[in-house]
């Protein structure tokens, strides 16, 4: 794709400075973290499946609709929810800090268990 001068400017600066590269590379390891967090509260769960990606997000997917309807009821107010349920019904979670991984525990803990 082609890109317009200042991403490409951005991104040659961000390169070229280590502080900002170390700041990233941190942060991009404190949301991995937080979605570790989540996913291995849930992983032996046996009504879902969590599925981890490498980036910032996980699924879970569901065995039954109901459930899944009363766990986006429980999260849907949470920034990064998204439910699909025309084929296989699941929820994409994009995680972000502590607080909201921990946010989501309790409210899945509680509807799960």
Do not use: C
Not at 6 to 26: Q, R, S
């Amino acid at each position: 794709h082609s890109v317009s001068s200042y991403p490409e400017n951005f991104f040659v600066t961000l390169l070229n400075d280590k502080k900002i590269l170390t700041a990233f590379a941190e942060t991009r390891e404190y949301i991995k973290r937080n979605r570790d967090l989540i996913y291995e509260t849930f992983k032996n769960y046996k009504q879902i499946k969590v599925i981890k990606s490498n980036a910032n997000f996980l699924t879970i997917i569901f065995n039954d609709k109901k459930q899944m309807q009363l766990v986006y009821e429980a999260i849907k107010d949470l920034a990064g929810i998204q439910k699909f349920d025309e084929i296989v019904p699941f929820i994409k979670i994009w995680v972000n800090n502590e607080i909201f991984s921990k946010t989501v525990i309790k409210r899945l803990e509680e509807i799960l268990k």
